[in-house]
């Protein structure tokens, strides 16, 4: 099956193309990409004033399967990342049970390939049962298909566990996702310590519980020569912090995710609990310090941390409700708008940051319109403008703190292996002749 996508902006930054383009897919693989392709044979479709890239890949996501089906699974979570122009998505342990062995990794690719349509990578557990005493059987993970080790939503507290872990992962060039908090200093805390805290009667979470275990595990980075990456870093210490490795030589990499890079702490004055998240919410200064690090390559990827939850765990007193964001449908068009539209970031900046920046980390063969590839491609529209409305989400998930907001630039088309899969936030079928 052919599919021909002509007259868009490709925007493909691992192979510098930013430029007015078409795009041949044969048979699920990139055949071409070239000026003015006059090969008609196929499915044509008009892209036109869109940008057409590789398939973003989120590398931190909340899929709940196993275990918490009711919060997410595979079907519907994957459905909201192709409606929110995800191609790939790795999904987190923290599962029931957790991915601390090959077959619950086993299970979640089997469960991906019959329930999920876009394509769904497994992370491992650090330690077994997230329980931060012993290792998993990392060899087992990586060989069932895991691409990385986290226990992300608990910090490993140990500091030998943790310089372990990094010793054995660097023997299969395995990154070690790091959740960093201090957890002594983080206990019952709602938001951000600062001003807003105190104002709010919140009890604070302070910057420097991140900061404290950020330092540490590079520190064991740099001891063992090994790679870690600092999931959701959130304040401007960690971006010092970061930086200041990097430029030494440390093997340390970082994501950021979109409500860090657009909210701050004044916005929970309302108590709603869609604003709770872990790490909090900061404030303004740190909120600048992390669009200071995108634009200096301090930041090498953009994550959505989608955490989705039933409602019960929302609607309810602030202190007692959980953590959480649900985000894959929203986390591209908060981009464009907060930060594409107001000039902030270029286009070839932001596409970097979904395919180039995730796929190095990972070291997956993935984010890019290389000749031979799988044809994974996301299609935005620039210009279109839309309300977020958590009743259409296909996620779950509602908790979201866009609610209500307009955002301009979206995600137009989803294709996985050279299949339509989303087209203007609604899913479509196999038939590619009756979308266009």
């Not at 055949?31 to 499915?43: F, P, Q």
């Not at 935005?380 to 908790?399: C, H, Q, R, Y």
Request: include cysteine; hydrophobic fraction near 40%.
């Amino acid at each position: 099956m052919k599919l021909l996508i002509k007259g868009g902006r490709v925007v493909d930054p691992a192979n510098d193309i930013d430029a007015v383009m078409d795009v041949m897919v044969e048979d699920g693989m990139i055949k071409a990409v070239e000026v003015n392709i006059l090969d008609r044979e196929g499915t044509i479709i008009d892209a036109t004033g869109k940008l057409v890239c590789p398939g973003f890949i989120d590398m931190h996501v909340h899929l709940r399967e196993p275990g918490y089906e009711y919060k997410e699974d595979i079907a519907s979570g994957t459905r909201a990342a192709a409606v929110g122009g995800f191609t790939t998505v790795c999904c987190m342990p923290n599962t029931n049970p957790v991915i601390d062995t090959a077959a619950v990794a086993a299970f979640v690719r089997e469960r991906a390939v019959k329930s999920g349509i876009v394509n769904v990578l497994p992370i491992g557990c650090i330690s077994k049962q997230l329980a931060g005493k012993e290792l998993s059987e990392m060899a087992d993970l990586v060989a069932a298909g895991c691409v990385a080790v986290t226990d992300d939503g608990q910090p490993v507290s140990d500091a030998n566990l943790m310089r372990n872990a990094l010793e054995y992962a660097k023997m299969f060039d395995l990154p070690v996702l790091s959740h960093c908090e201090e957890r002594s200093m983080t206990r019952e805390g709602q938001m951000h310590e600062g001003y807003y805290s105190t104002i709010y009667g919140l009890k604070g979470i302070p910057a420097a519980a991140e900061e404290i275990m950020v330092a540490r595990d590079i520190i064991l980075a740099e001891l063992t020569g090994s790679h870690v990456h600092i999931c959701h870093a959130s304040t401007q210490g960690s971006m010092e912090l970061i930086r200041e490795a990097k430029a030494r030589g440390v093997h340390v990499t970082c994501e950021v995710t979109p409500h860090h890079l657009v909210l701050t702490d004044e916005i929970v004055g309302d108590y709603d609990t869609d604003t709770k998240v872990n790490p909090p919410l900061r404030s303004a200064e740190h909120l600048e310090a992390l669009r200071e690090g995108l634009l200096d390559g301090t930041i090498d990827c953009i994550a959505t941390d989608h955490a989705p939850h039933h409602p019960e765990s929302k609607d309810c007193e602030y202190d007692l409700a959980a953590y959480g964001i649900s985000g894959l449908e929203t986390a591209v068009a908060v981009i464009m708008h907060f930060l594409v539209d107001k000039g902030l970031l270029e286009y070839s900046e932001m596409v970097e940051l979904f395919t180039v920046g995730p796929a190095e980390v990972l070291g997956i063969d993935k984010g890019t319109l290389d000749i031979g590839t799988d044809a994974d491609i996301t299609i935005i529209d620039p210009a279109a403008i839309k309300t977020v409305n958590p009743n259409e989400f296909l996620s779950k998930g509602k908790n979201t703190p866009f609610k209500g907001m307009t955002l301009k630039g979206w995600p137009w088309m989803t294709i996985i292996k050279g299949r339509v899969v989303a087209q203007k936030g609604q899913l479509v079928n196999n038939n590619t002749k009756d979308l266009i």
